[in-house]
């Protein structure tokens, strides 16, 4: 094997390296991340956490390739989950609201859509000052109180078995790789990413591309959403504060570049077992948890300045 | 005069449109004309000029700094941790207070400047991550507890009165002035401009183009971490999301002003004047009886539209200017 080709093979597979190293650096340095007594909380992150990590970060990773941010997904998140709760309340119907629900994300996506691509306002601002009309709606909406009663089928059809969260999320994840990797719509989004300009030139409807992306953003944050309050069994306006900043982090740890036009839904995927990795060590290691933000913030300087190191690495590669 | 005059007519037709929601709120809003109530705009407005003059020199350099609210925390509760340590404080220990927050805003904003200017990181992403940085900071600082309860002395700096007017106001004259004089008057702050304008033409006519980002940043950091501290002397408490929204209110104070995202245009001068508008429009929603949520709400819409309504008036400015040149081509 010649050395390019060791460097390429590094370089694809590094993040799973850094993510097996993380775990045998916990496992030596505590003693209770690697043990029976640890299994129980694992399982419960894979079924339980893990799944909404990944899909929020591929949400992430769609917009960040793109060359935008979402800053809107944890008030969307918050939003939607009060809307489908309430419709479930009054209902007890849980198709209806997850109906609801979708046409809800599908309403905040495209608004996002056109803000960004026919506005062209930067998708910081939009999403950011989206961010406080969304979460102020919820507060509007329930005045800060939580809804429980969600009628006796719902959670049963999400909850009957442990595994429905972690196959779910691995149906979405696949349909979203599919539809970046082997699609026209796909090849669209890198070359949007890329370069937006050559990418219109070349004939690609670029605002359309945009709309489009934010669409299926929405969508997924709406199902995220009813996954989400399935699993909790409350919907509250002030749920989800801190998504925006753990998705951005994972998928920048994953390996998606800021620059825009690369990024794939399984570096979403590694990304988020490593930031959980991570969360779940910090706790055995005796961190209190008021420095996982501080941690978070830590960790997206350093992926974007290791993003720019391992790009020196490949362009001398090249 | 005719200086005056010039930059009067280059703030933007959206002061006018602001003129006519606060002639809403001066016959819909009960006590909005109230000499209490003006005195109470004018000191909620001294806080957001000071911060504001951080992000207007950013905003400038085409740049943006969202990193300000975090820091307006962390330092806060950086410098009350301070001055509670003293019974009666004297004037070294709150002048010393007032440099300890400069003094963590000089870290954050020296760090933003060198990642951002020295190194070329996407700006959103580096502020924002300080931005959590700091908010994660004001937590761990002081495990998530709010401290209130300050030395008259210390909370006199803010909060009291001189020739009948909050002495807050009167710390941010100073300092504004002082911004003025930078922005307008030395070479510095035409470097900034001419930053803002083109990176590369500056750049090629000579101007230290990671030298004046990383002294923006560096301003910016010390002006959020000094509003810190004044924001709690002001309000007699200290949490750790003390200052969160901060750094948006600052963003729509300087694009009312006229500052625009498309770099080098726009000043100080005006944002005064946003900033002064900006408390007016909270204060006008508080009085009129909204609740903090629809408040929220509101502000979100408020500030999306002002953006959106200044990235139209450019892209149309633009598009007049090219028609412009195209018909002197076929002359």
């Known amino acids: 094997m010649t050395n390019a080709k060791f460097r390429n093979l590094f370089m694809k597979y590094s993040r799973l390296l850094v993510m097996i190293l993380l775990v045998v650096f916990f ?24 799944p909404f990590t990944i899909l929020l970060a591929i949400c992430m990773t769609l917009v960040i390739v793109l060359k935008g941010f979402d800053l809107s997904i944890g008030s969307a998140v918050a939003l939607i989950s009060c809307v489908a709760g309430m419709v479930l309340n009054k209902t007890y119907n849980p198709w209806l609201a997850i109906l609801a629900a979708l046409i809800l994300g599908a309403v905040i996506g495209i608004a996002n859509g056109i803000l960004v691509a026919y506005v062209e306002v930067p998708t910081f601002i939009v999403t950011f000052s989206m961010q406080w009309i969304l979460r102020g709606i919820a507060m509007v909406l329930l005045g800060g109180k939580q809804i429980y009663d969600f009628g006796p089928t719902f959670r049963n059809i999400f909850t009957s078995s442990r595994y429905t969260f972690l196959i779910l999320m691995a149906v979405i994840a696949i349909l979203m790789a599919l539809l970046l990797s082997k699609t026209v719509f796909g090849r669209e989004v890198y070359a949007t990413g890329t370069n937006q300009d050559a990418a219109r030139m070349s004939g690609i409807r670029v605002k359309r591309v945009y709309i489009m992306a934010f669409l299926i953003n929405g969508l997924i944050i709406a199902f995220t959403s009813v996954l989400y309050i399935a699993n909790l069994g409350t919907a509250e306006p002030i749920i989800g504060e801190n998504f925006p900043m753990t998705a951005i982090a994972a998928t920048l740890v994953g390996g998606t570049a800021v620059s825009g036009g690369s990024g794939k839904v399984s570096n979403a995927v590694i990304g988020s077992l490593i930031m959980l990795v991570l969360t779940n060590g910090m706790i055995h290691l005796g961190v209190p948890s008021e420095w996982q933000q501080v941690m978070i913030g830590a960790i997206i300087v350093l992926s974007v300045v290791a993003e720019r190191g391992m790009q020196k690495i490949s362009v001398e590669t090249v | ?76 509760l950086g410098g009350a941790l301070f001055i509670t340590r003293f019974e009666n404080p004297g004037i070294p220990a709150i002048i010393l207070t007032f440099a300890i927050g400069t003094g963590i805003g000089l870290c954050f904003g020296l760090f933003n400047g060198v990642l951002i200017g020295k190194y070329k990181y996407n700006y959103w992403l580096i502020t924002f991550a300080t931005m959590s940085i700091g908010y994660g900071a004001a937590q761990v600082i002081n495990g998530g507890n709010v401290v209130s309860g300050f030395p008259k002395a210390f909370r006199n700096v803010a909060d009291s009165k001189f020739l009948g007017i909050p002495t807050v106001v009167w710390v941010a004259l100073v300092i504004v002035m002082i911004m003025l004089f930078i922005t307008y008057k030395t070479r510095f702050g035409m470097h900034i401009y001419a930053v803002g304008d083109s990176e590369q033409c500056a750049s090629q006519s000579g101007i230290n183009v990671k030298k004046t980002r990383i002294l923006i940043y560096m301003l910016a ?22 200052a969160s929204g901060y750094e948006w209110n600052a963003i729509a104070a300087t694009i009312i002003g006229g500052t625009s995202f498309e770099g080098g245009k726009g000043g100080l001068a005006g944002t005064i004047i946003g900033a002064l508008v900006m408390s007016m429009i909270i204060n006008g929603l508080q009085l009129m009886g909204f609740s903090n949520y629809w408040q929220q709400v509101y502000k979100g819409a408020f500030i999306l539209l002002i953006i959106v309504v200044d990235v139209i008036s450019r892209r149309k400015k633009k598009k007049a200017a090219l028609r412009r040149v195209y018909k002197y081509d076929e002359c």
Do not use: H, R
């Not at chain 1, 496992?27 to 893990?50: E, M, Y």
């Not at chain 2, 806080?47 to 504001?52: D, K, N, P, R």
């Open chain 2, 221 to 242: 950091g010390m002006l959020s971490g000094f509003g810190g501290v004044l924001l709690v002397a002001k309000t007699n408490s200290a949490g750790p999301v003390a």
């Open chain 1, 27 to 50: 496992a030596a340095a505590t003693k209770t991340f690697w043990g029976p007594d640890n299994w129980g909380n694992v399982s419960n992150i894979v079924l339980q956490q893990a």
């Open chain 2, 1 to 76: 005069m005719q200086q005056v005059k010039e930059k009067l007519k280059n703030i933007p037709g959206l002061i006018w449109g602001v003129l006519v929601i606060i002639l809403v709120f001066i016959f819909f809003a009960k006590g909005f004309t109230k000499y209490q109530n003006i005195l109470n705009i004018l000191s909620n407005t001294a806080i957001l000029l000071i911060i504001s003059c951080g992000m207007t020199m950013a905003i400038l350099s085409k740049e943006i700094d969202i990193s300000i609210g975090g820091v307006m925390s962390f330092a806060g």
